[in-house]
């Protein structure tokens, strides 16, 4: 989920995870990004950060 950092994309992470998804946290902003991977998993889901810029090719490689 990019931009999963905050507002809306962390919303729907934590959505997606509460429906069992195993989630990808994908956000620039690392602690916001950490954050969610927190929240995620004390609520009982699974979730990994990666950190990118999705405006940066490279970072997607
Ligand atoms: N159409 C509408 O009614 C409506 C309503 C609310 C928000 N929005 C838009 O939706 C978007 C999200 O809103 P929000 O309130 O969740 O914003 P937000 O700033 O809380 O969240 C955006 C997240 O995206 C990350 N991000 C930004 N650029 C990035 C990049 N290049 N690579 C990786 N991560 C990046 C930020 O670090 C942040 O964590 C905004 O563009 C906002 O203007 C539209």
Redesign the pocket.
């Known amino acids: 989920m ?2 999963a ?5 962390r919303e729907v992470a934590l959505i997606y995870a509460a429906e069992g998804a195993k989630v990808v946290v ?4 690392v602690p ?1 990004a950490q954050e969610a991977v927190s929240q995620i998993i004390q609520n009982g889901g699974k979730a990994i950060l990666v950190k ?4 940066n090719a490279e970072d997607h490689k």
């Not at 950092?5 to 994309?9: F, H, K, L, R």
């Open positions: 990019t931009g950092g905050s507002g809306i994309g994908s956000d620039m902003n916001g990118a810029n999705a405006a």
